[in-house]
C-alpha cells in the first residue's frame, strides 16, 4: 500500500554530517505522520524522530538539538538531517511511516540504509 525508499547513508568520521531522504509512492495520501528508527547490531530498534502533518516534531533525547526532521509534501520526501555525528550513531537508520484508515492505524518501513561513524 505505502513504498518507502530511502538514500544517503554513508561512511563518515565523527562530527560530520549526513542526510538521509526516504521517498513515499502508493496510498500517501493516507500518511498522518512519518519518522525515522535506528537499529544497532541486534534486536532493538530505537525511535530518533518523527513529524506529523502539522509538522509538529519529536526527538529522541540522544538525537536533539543535532538532528532535524523535515519533510516535503509536495514531494511525498522525508528527510532527516545528521549533523555532529558521534560513532554512536552508528546503526541501520530506518524510514517509517504511519498510516490511517478509519480507525485502523498501519506502520510501514523501508529497507533501512547504513550509516557507519569512524572515531
Known amino acids: 500500500q505505502v513504498q518507502l525508499v530511502e538514500s544517503g547513508g554513508g561512511l563518515v568520521q565523527a562530527g560530520g554530517s549526513l542526510r538521509l531522504s526516504c521517498a513515499a509512492s502508493?496510498?500517501?495520501?493516507?500518511?498522518?505522520?512519518m519518522g525515522w528508527d535506528r537499529q544497532a547490531p541486534g534486536p532493538q530498534r530505537e525511535l530518533v524522530a518523527s513529524?506529523?502533518?502539522?509538522?509538529?516534531?519529536n526527538y529522541a533525547d540522544s538525537v536533539k538539538g543535532r538532528f532535524t526532521i523535515s519533510r516535503d509534501n509536495a514531494k511525498n520526501t522525508l528527510y532527516l538531517q545528521m549533523n555532529s555525528l558521534k560513532p554512536e550513531d552508528t546503526a541501520v537508520y530506518y524510514c517509517?511511516?504511519?498510516?490511517?484508515?478509519?480507525?485502523?492505524?498501519?506502520?510501514?518501513w523501508g529497507q533501512g540504509t547504513q550509516v557507519t561513524v569512524s572515531s
Open positions: 502508493g496510498s500517501t495520501f493516507s500518511i498522518k505522520a
Open positions: 517509517k511511516a504511519r498510516i490511517k484508515r478509519g480507525t485502523y492505524e498501519f506502520l510501514y
Open positions: 513529524i506529523t502533518n502539522d509538522n509538529s516534531t
